[in-house]
């Protein structure tokens, strides 16, 4: 089994309605990520949580809202979707903030799920 | 604020060498890094270099960091098809968040 597993994996979703994206991890890492891909845009980080009481916004939360479930699930919901929304999500776990191998280098990605908003 | 820069394309002929830039704005970065996406999968760390080296090297790969100039470039050695992906470089910012660059999209040409 994956060490982050991202559900679904793909998605097709018409303008407004409401959906939510899934991951769980079993690495135990305190910390998860929401990220949206774009071409020529990398990664972009919407929503992280260090803990499961904690919720921060990233640089491009509009639009979006997230839940910490539990130390291993983190889901990311589109409340609305509009066809902008239309990306690669990821979702990723890290150990803390540290340094090389347990800072950056600890950052664990799922295989992403595609989302076409029609 | 934070900025992490890539070129969006680069092509080789397989055998040659490949070098992918990347400029960034946060002097403060103490590890820059460089991931590897392949095609339909996510991403996987590839190599990392503290800021106070110049130079990393790990097989065929390797980093080369001018900090004066905040330039980061990974250089890829005899270069094969199944290098073929796209390579992010991205740095820690304050907060402890990975800030990314474009990707850049590496084509192997046999």
């Known amino acids: 089994d994956a060490d982050v597993t991202q559900t679904p994996r793909n998605r097709i979703t018409k303008t407004g309605k409401r959906i939510m994206l899934e991951c769980s991890q079993t690495?135990?890492?305190?910390?998860m990520y929401w990220y949206r891909q774009d071409p020529g845009l990398g990664l972009r980080l919407i929503y992280y949580?260090?803990?499961?009481?904690?919720?921060n916004k990233g640089e491009i939360s509009d639009g979006y809202s997230v839940s910490r479930q539990a130390q291993a699930k983190f889901s990311l919901s589109l409340e609305s979707a509009i066809p902008n929304q239309t990306a690669l999500y990821f979702c990723?776990?890290?150990?803390?903030?540290?340094?090389?191998?347990?800072?950056?280098?600890?950052?664990?990605f799922g295989s992403g799920t595609r989302l076409t908003v029609v | 604020g934070e900025d992490v820069e890539q070129s969006l394309f680069l092509s080789v002929r397989e055998g040659d060498s490949s070098v992918i830039n990347c400029t960034y704005t946060?002097?403060?970065?103490?590890?820059l890094y460089w991931y590897k996406q392949e095609p339909g999968a996510g991403l996987q760390l590839l190599t990392y270099?503290?800021?106070?080296?110049d130079m990393k090297q790990d097989q065929r790969l390797t980093v080369l960091l001018n900090k004066k100039d905040k330039h980061l470039s990974l250089r890829i050695a005899d270069t094969q098809t199944g290098d073929s992906a796209i390579y992010f470089c991205?740095?820690?910012?304050?907060?402890?968040?990975?800030?990314f660059g474009q990707g850049t999209e590496l084509s192997v040409k046999p």
């Open positions: 990723a776990t890290s150990r803390d903030a540290g340094t090389g191998v347990l800072g950056g280098g600890g950052y664990t």
């Open positions: 690495k135990g890492h305190d910390r």
């Open positions: 949580s260090f803990d499961v009481k904690d919720i």
């Open positions: 946060d002097s403060s970065s103490t590890y």
């Open positions: 270099i503290f800021s106070n080296m």
């Open positions: 991205a740095e820690i910012n304050q907060g402890g968040k990975l800030i």
